[in-house]
């Protein structure tokens, strides 16, 4: 028995119990790059941050994490399994702090914009 089968063992038995979802939202800009916002504990308040923002177009995904690393590789890996472009899919995904200058540059009046 070596001195890690008890942290396998252990964690086997915490993931097999239920998982709490976080909700995320999934914004696009008109170049088609997508932004993952999160992580909210309820579909209400995610839904409630997409429409305080301005946003129009916006989805609100379920995954069980709170990381965003993981919920992006999520993202991409539900919509390489809907069959989307491997390239399209490969893209890197923006978040918090991209957004953020996407939203600067729009306001700016850069040509961006939703």
């Known amino acids: ?14 993931d097999k119990g239920e998982h709490k979802s976080y909700y995320w939202l999934i914004l696009r800009d008109k170049g088609g790059k997508a932004y993952l916002v999160g992580p909210y504990d309820s579909e209400e ?4 941050k997409g429409l305080s923002d301005g946003v129009v177009d916006f ?5 069980p994490t709170r ?3 993981r919920a992006t590789q999520m993202f991409k890996g539900m ?6 472009n491997v390239d399209s899919v490969t893209k890197r995904v923006g978040h918090k702090k991209s957004l953020r200058r996407y ?11 939703w």
């Open 1 to 14: 028995m070596s001195m890690y089968d008890g942290f396998r063992s252990d964690r086997i038995e915490r």
């Open 67 to 69: 990381s965003v690393s």
């Open 79 to 84: 919509r390489l399994n809907r069959g989307e």
């Open 45 to 48: 308040e995610a839904r409630a």
């Open 103 to 113: 939203r600067n540059k729009r306001d700016e009046g850069s040509g961006f914009g």
């Open 59 to 63: 989805d609100i995904k379920s995954y």
